[in-house]
């Protein structure tokens, strides 16, 4: 079986990024991925991707991404559910991501930081 996921897109809003009870960071981002083709109106339409990072991964993409930034992200379709508090069940299906490669270059804060 295969199960691998290579996106390129924008971040949506600047990473949410949490810890676990034991410790463990985790970020959350949302993907805008453009459509590789025009719809019937002739307008290209826009796909928005839930993604999951964890540990260090997690750390470096809040640390140097915000909301506009263009990242890829490599990693595996992961579905699960849980109940919500009103007692009905939540699907959710995400990309886990392996990896996070930044391609908007760096920040404009830190380069004035570091001049």
Same mark, same amino acid.
């Given at each position: 079986?295969?199960? $691998?996921?290579?996106?390129?897109?924008?971040?949506? *809003? #600047? %990473? #949410?990024?949490?810890?676990?009870? =034991?410790?463990? %960071?985790?970020? $959350?981002?949302?993907? !805008?991925?453009? /459509?590789?083709?025009?719809? $019937?109106?002739? @307008?290209? @339409?826009? #796909?928005?991707?839930?993604?999951?990072?964890?540990?260090?991964?997690?750390?470096?993409? !809040?640390?140097?991404?915000?909301? +506009?930034?263009?990242?890829?992200?490599?990693?595996?379709?992961?579905? /699960? *559910?849980? =109940?919500?508090?009103? /007692? *009905?069940?939540?699907?959710?299906?995400?990309?886990?991501? #392996?990896?996070?490669?930044?391609?908007? +270059?760096? %920040? /404009?804060?830190?380069? @004035?930081? @570091?001049?």
């Amino acid at each position: 079986m295969i199960n $691998h996921v290579t996106l390129v897109g924008r971040l949506t *809003k #600047d %990473p #949410d990024i949490r810890y676990t009870k =034991e410790g463990a %960071p985790v970020a $959350h981002i949302t993907l !805008a991925v453009s /459509r590789n083709f025009k719809n $019937h109106a002739g @307008e290209i @339409e826009t #796909d928005f991707v839930n993604c999951t990072l964890w540990r260090r991964t997690a750390e470096n993409t !809040a640390n140097y991404c915000q909301k +506009g930034s263009i990242v890829g992200v490599t990693g595996r379709i992961q579905s /699960r *559910k849980y =109940e919500n508090a009103e /007692r *009905k069940m939540v699907y959710v299906t995400e990309v886990v991501a #392996d990896s996070v490669r930044f391609m908007s +270059g760096r %920040p /404009r804060e830190l380069a @004035e930081q @570091e001049t």
